[in-house]
């Protein structure tokens, strides 16, 4: 879990399904959802605590009844010549140990409270023998035993079926400025991560983290200006020519959500990035292309994660915006 969120804990508690939720509550297994995997474990402390009769501000004190997985492990010494990313939260995935370990305590007595609660995070990394390996326990607990499980994607749907959904809808783009604020004395800097963050706390934190996120934005919004036509090609090359893998991905990460919003300003509907940026990337694109192109970007994203040269990628994925726009030019006239 980001530490850091923390300090929001007061915005995620209003979650009004994890609000209703008290002491005596009788499911036994939860499963929150969402796109912030940091806001999702800090809600899942949340309830844990509250399943305890616990208030929200003892969720993130140590509990030997309130256990989170998957367990840290020692960090790797990195190779001789190889940055570190210290400064990251670690994530690890969830192991057959750490379910053999959850299902060997089930049926210790609680130590101090009155339950027992397990808290796995980053559910999804579970494979399909662990998730198996689990739901037996998910299908009939122990008394006072109950499973809180934090995902931002898909489990099997045995294990779905088992759980309690609760969903983490995106913040509204206001309400994440005015709690950054709080705790950022940057205004310009907090503006950009609230339009950035489309809604998720935990990346509106990463934004403000990274030094270079200002450049990153400025980058994805003229590539898109420059994509109008073949002839400008080279120029538009130019821009991400020397990106890293890491550049290509947050630049990448940033054009997929401005073309989204392209697209709802084209319709008249509401756009998450400031409607000028958005408005300086529209010309050549109609609703559709905009979309289209979009899903070309997160194809784009896939292939970069898969080791493809950065800039293959890249120039692919011009192309195909390019060739969009060109197809969908008729219907724009």
Same mark, same amino acid.
């Given at each position: 879990?980001?530490?850091?969120?923390?300090?929001?804990?007061?915005?995620?508690?209003?979650?009004?399904?994890?609000?209703? !939720?008290?002491?005596?509550? =009788?499911?036994? /297994?939860?499963?929150? %959802? &969402?796109? $912030?995997? @940091?806001? !999702?474990?800090?809600?899942? =402390?949340?309830? /844990?605590?509250?399943? %305890? &009769?616990? $208030?929200? @501000?003892?969720?993130?004190?140590?509990?030997?009844?309130?256990?989170?997985?998957?367990?840290?492990? $020692?960090?790797?010494?990195?190779?001789?010549?190889?940055?570190?990313?210290?400064?990251?939260?670690?994530?690890?995935?969830?192991?057959?140990?750490?379910?053999?370990?959850?299902?060997?305590?089930?049926?210790?007595?609680?130590?101090?409270?009155?339950?027992?609660?397990?808290?796995?995070?980053?559910?999804?990394?579970?494979?399909?023998?662990?998730?198996?390996?689990?739901?037996?326990?998910?299908?009939?607990?122990?008394?006072?035993?109950?499973?809180?499980?934090?995902?931002?994607?898909?489990?099997?749907?045995?294990?779905?079926?088992?759980?309690?959904?609760?969903?983490?809808?995106?913040?509204?783009?206001?309400?994440?400025?005015?709690?950054?604020?709080?705790?950022?004395?940057?205004?310009?800097?907090?503006?950009?991560?609230?339009?950035?963050?489309?809604?998720?706390?935990?990346?509106?934190?990463?934004?403000?983290?990274?030094?270079?996120?200002?450049?990153?934005?400025?980058?994805?919004?003229?590539?898109?200006?420059?994509?109008?036509?073949?002839?400008?090609?080279?120029?538009?090359?130019?821009?991400?020519?020397?990106?890293?893998?890491?550049?290509?991905?947050?630049?990448?990460?940033?054009?997929?959500?401005?073309?989204?919003?392209?697209?709802?300003?084209?319709?008249?509907?509401?756009?998450?990035?400031?409607?000028?940026?958005?408005?300086?990337?529209?010309?050549?694109?109609?609703?559709?292309?905009?979309?289209?192109?979009?899903?070309?970007?997160?194809?784009?994203?896939?292939?970069?994660?898969?080791?493809?040269?950065?800039?293959?990628?890249?120039?692919?994925?011009?192309?195909?915006?390019?060739?969009?726009?060109?197809?969908?030019?008729?219907?724009?006239?």
């Amino acid at each position: 879990m980001n530490e850091g969120l923390v300090k929001y804990a007061g915005l995620y508690a209003r979650n009004g399904a994890v609000a209703a !939720i008290d002491y005596s509550a =009788r499911a036994s /297994a939860y499963l929150i %959802c &969402g796109e $912030d995997e @940091d806001g !999702i474990a800090v809600l899942g =402390r949340i309830l /844990a605590a509250k399943l %305890c &009769g616990l $208030d929200v @501000d003892r969720a993130f004190d140590e509990h030997a009844d309130i256990i989170t997985y998957p367990q840290a492990q $020692d960090a790797k010494k990195p190779a001789k010549g190889k940055k570190t990313e210290a400064d990251k939260p670690k994530r690890y995935a969830v192991s057959v140990d750490d379910i053999r370990e959850i299902v060997g305590s089930l049926y210790l007595t609680p130590f101090e409270l009155d339950k027992r609660v397990y808290v796995i995070e980053n559910a999804e990394s579970m494979s399909e023998i662990c998730q198996n390996k689990l739901l037996k326990s998910l299908e009939e607990p122990p008394p006072r035993v109950c499973f809180v499980l934090c995902a931002t994607g898909r489990l099997l749907p045995t294990v779905e079926s088992r759980c309690n959904r609760i969903e983490l809808p995106p913040f509204g783009v206001d309400e994440i400025a005015a709690e950054l604020k709080k705790y950022h004395k940057d205004v310009a800097a907090v503006t950009l991560a609230a339009w950035a963050s489309r809604g998720n706390l935990g990346l509106a934190e990463r934004i403000l983290a990274d030094a270079g996120f200002a450049d990153t934005y400025a980058s994805a919004k003229k590539i898109l200006a420059l994509a109008t036509g073949s002839r400008m090609f080279a120029k538009t090359a130019a821009v991400y020519e020397k990106f890293t893998r890491e550049k290509t991905d947050a630049v990448l990460g940033v054009m997929e959500y401005l073309l989204c919003d392209v697209a709802r300003s084209l319709v008249g509907a509401e756009t998450v990035f400031d409607s000028a940026d958005v408005k300086a990337v529209t010309v050549g694109f109609t609703p559709y292309s905009a979309a289209k192109s979009a899903e070309h970007v997160r194809t784009a994203r896939r292939h970069n994660s898969a080791n493809c040269m950065p800039s293959a990628v890249m120039d692919t994925m011009i192309l195909k915006i390019m060739e969009e726009k060109f197809k969908d030019a008729p219907a724009a006239r």
